[in-house]
């Protein structure tokens, strides 16, 4: 599908503000122009969806997630930045693997299976982009994603 990515991101954004059950503020550091990319709309809102449901799911109320987009280059970027517990320095590029789970005992009173990042990297991957997370334990937690934006080149759109 080809989409402004722009009013893409900001409608899943709407869809979780409105949905929401915790206090925690919602802040949009978005491009005012559109940026058009093609995606797979259904994988990409998926990995969206999970890296906002982590983001709410430990956070504290109180709390607040920063979503930032920005082009450069030949790429998009995304964050999705969380003010919550936060990720031992030594696990954070552990929470991509399957079934992983940074903490047994909080995970069980948590839900959810371990998979979603796992899901979220293979869809990523097959778009061409990365993801990563950046954390500071006790402070919070920045997930990045990127995806090629290649419309420029696409002669049917010069
Ligand atoms: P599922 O997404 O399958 O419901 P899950 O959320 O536990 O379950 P992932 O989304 O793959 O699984 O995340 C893996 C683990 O990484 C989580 O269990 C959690 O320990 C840690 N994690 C992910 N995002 C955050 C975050 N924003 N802050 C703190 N820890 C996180
Ligand atoms: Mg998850």
Do not use: C
């Amino acid at each position: 599908d080809f989409v402004d990515f722009v009013k893409f991101f900001d409608r899943i954004i709407n869809r979780f503000e409105m949905s929401k059950s915790k206090e925690v503020e919602f802040i949009r550091e978005l491009p005012t122009t559109p940026i058009y990319v093609e995606i797979d709309t259904d994988k990409i809102t998926q990995v969206i969806d999970n890296i906002i449901s982590n983001a709410l799911k430990y956070s504290p109320d109180g709390g607040s997630i920063r979503f930032k987009l920005t082009n450069i280059d030949d790429e998009i970027l995304v964050e999705i930045k969380d003010t919550g517990m936060g990720i031992p320095k030594e696990n954070v590029d552990r929470i991509f693997d399957r079934f992983y789970r940074v903490d047994k005992a909080r995970a069980r009173s948590m839900g959810g299976t371990g998979l979603g990042l796992a899901i979220s990297r293979e869809m990523i991957n097959a778009h061409g982009g990365r993801i990563w997370a950046e954390s500071v334990e006790g402070k919070g937690t920045s997930v990045f994603f990127t995806l090629p934006n290649n419309a420029e080149e696409d002669g049917e759109w010069e």
